[in-house]
């Protein structure tokens, strides 16, 4: 088959992360693998793996973005594509005016992946209008049959985010050498018993409730936690008042700010727990599975998409949202002992792309 991928930019994030490793896959199965996308740091390893990257600006939203439907079109039906999949609601905007209202017999298919819990309005519902829908979480399909009672449910499946198992696993250790260079870098962390908290620095994925959970376990000498996560320009403003709330609650020592790292696989290896402490139901949560894969038990507030990949591999730990106590507790136990981790099948890279396929072929067929 031959795919298109769309989706605004390749910078760091969850979908643009996935979206490049579902495309290593697809090549390694001798599909023809192709992306559209403004470009970003990912591309390039995208093009090192043997997908085809097409730069086209399907990321501003701006009622300007729509002269650029016309070109579109015909970039799209050039490329004469079996499978045209969008994973965000500005392109799926895009394709659907440039192709999407053609008869099925003059287009590709356009398969459609709800990334996210938009807000509830015709612009999100663009996502539903694929000749198949993809749910990535049991959390984002009861999103989508509620909030769209319009959608046809039997064209919506849900096909879990995956993580590579090649790169993420239990076996996976950092080597001395890098060992020996973060240590050097981040020395209070060397010998401690790391919690780590990943995740982009952005208000509600629940930085402030971590540190609030940490400062619980001040006393512990043992304990430190590490906040990891790239820091947007126009963020910089949230990370200095983290760094401030860290000193009102007497934790500098404790915490180290990181930003987001290439191969963070092994700072997964270096950690005893890892948090994701999110304010608001996440569709999914790719770090938790990550860490799980890692081999890594994770404490998480049970709600939304990490509720469910822990229900499925480490229910220990669920915590009862807002309940610092609990969470610090759970904490502390866990990092004094070890624990018994392993990720189900559903969550693997491997199991997402064969029911991706799946479903891909199941638009050709209909």
């Known amino acids: 088959m031959k795919i298109v991928q769309v989706l605004p930019a390749l910078n760091s994030g969850g979908v643009e ?29 995208l093009e090192q793996q043997g997908s085809r990257h097409i730069a086209f600006p399907v990321h501003k939203k701006n009622l300007f973005s729509l002269r650029h439907v016309i070109p579109l079109s015909k970039l799209l039906l050039n490329l004469e594509a079996d499978i045209i999949h969008v994973r965000s609601r500005l392109p799926a905007w895009l394709v659907w005016l440039a192709v999407g209202r053609k008869p099925r017999s003059q287009r590709p298919a356009l398969i459609s992946t709800f990334h996210g819990l938009y807000s509830k309005n015709r612009y999100s519902e663009i996502m ?26 039997q064209k919506v499946s849900i096909v879990h985010r995956g993580v590579d198992t090649g790169i993420f696993h239990s076996a996976v250790q950092a080597n001395d050498e890098w060992k020996m260079a ?8 060397a010998g401690k018993n790391i919690v780590l908290f ?26 430190v936690g590490l906040i990891a996560g790239h820091v947007d320009p126009q963020k910089e403003h949230y990370l200095a008042e983290l760094q401030r709330l860290a000193d009102q609650l007497g934790i500098n020592h404790k915490i180290r700010f990181i930003d987001a790292v290439p191969d963070v696989e092994n700072v997964y290896a270096l950690s005893k727990v890892v948090c994701n402490f999110s304010l608001r139901p996440e569709p999914f949560g790719r770090t938790v599975i990550e860490a799980l894969a890692c081999g890594i038990p994770v404490v998480a507030y049970d709600t939304g998409g990490p509720s469910e990949s822990l229900r499925a591999c480490f229910t220990e730990g669920l915590i009862k949202p807002s309940d610092y106590q609990q969470a610090a507790d759970k904490i502390r136990a866990l990092c004094q002992r070890s624990s018994s ?22 638009a050709l067929n209909d």
Request: contains cysteine; glycine residues 6%.
């Open 17 to 45: 992360r996935g979206t490049v490793e579902f495309a290593r896959y697809l090549v390694d199965q001798g599909h023809q693998s192709m992306v559209i996308s403004a470009g970003g740091s990912l591309a390039s390893q």
């Open 128 to 153: 539903a209008c694929g000749d198949q829908v993809i749910a990535i979480s049991q959390c984002v399909y009861d999103y989508i049959v509620d909030s769209y009672p319009r959608v046809d449910k």
């Open 182 to 189: 973060f240590f050097a870098q981040h020395t209070e962390l």
């Open 198 to 223: 990943p995740g982009r620095l952005t208000v509600w994925k629940g930085h402030k409730d971590f540190l609030t959970i940490m400062a619980l376990l001040k006393n512990d000498d043992k304990i």
């Open 341 to 362: 981790v392993q990720l189900s099948k559903l969550f693997t890279l491997d199991h997402q792309a064969q029911k991706t396929l799946d479903i891909y072929q199941r």
